[in-house]
């Protein structure tokens, strides 16, 4: 089992900055990529990007590219989403997830179905 805890949201004005942090316990040891998706209201949950637990490689959706940047610390069992030039549009609930399945492609890392560890979530809002 993993679990995840996500932190870092807040209300905040377009054109600032957050960091949100992701702390995983549990059988880390299993988990091949880490993803950071989102979810607006009304909406389906939206890959963002990843990042190999491993190897620290990092894959980003075209939609946030250039204003978002994963990393991980791996002595604190940590992963973060820095995302900056927040816009309203960027207002949604931000999970971390977890997947222990090898060898994903670009194609199948974007799918919610292949992360089998979730957290709670942490909400993030930009006012205009």
């Known amino acids: 089992q993993v679990q995840l805890v996500e932190s870092g949201g807040g209300l905040v004005q377009a054109g600032d900055s957050l960091r949100l942090s992701c702390a995983v316990s549990?059988?880390?040891?299993?988990?091949?990529?880490m993803g950071w998706f989102r979810q607006a209201p009304g909406k389906e949950r939206e890959f963002v990007g990843g990042?190999?637990?491993?190897?620290?490689?990092?894959y980003y959706a075209d939609s946030v590219k250039g204003r978002f940047t994963i990393s991980r610390d791996s002595a604190k069992n940590a992963v973060y989403l820095q995302i900056n030039s927040l816009e309203p549009e960027d207002t949604a609930l931000y999970y971390c997830?977890?997947?222990?399945?090898?060898?994903?492609?670009?194609?199948?890392?974007?799918?919610?179905?292949?992360?089998?560890?979730w957290g709670q979530g942490t909400q993030v809002t930009v006012s205009s």
């Open positions: 997830a977890a997947s222990t399945e090898t060898g994903l492609t670009w194609s199948a890392l974007k799918l919610v179905s292949r992360y089998g560890y």
């Open positions: 549990g059988r880390t040891s299993s988990i091949f990529v």
């Open positions: 990042i190999a637990w491993y190897i620290g490689n990092t």
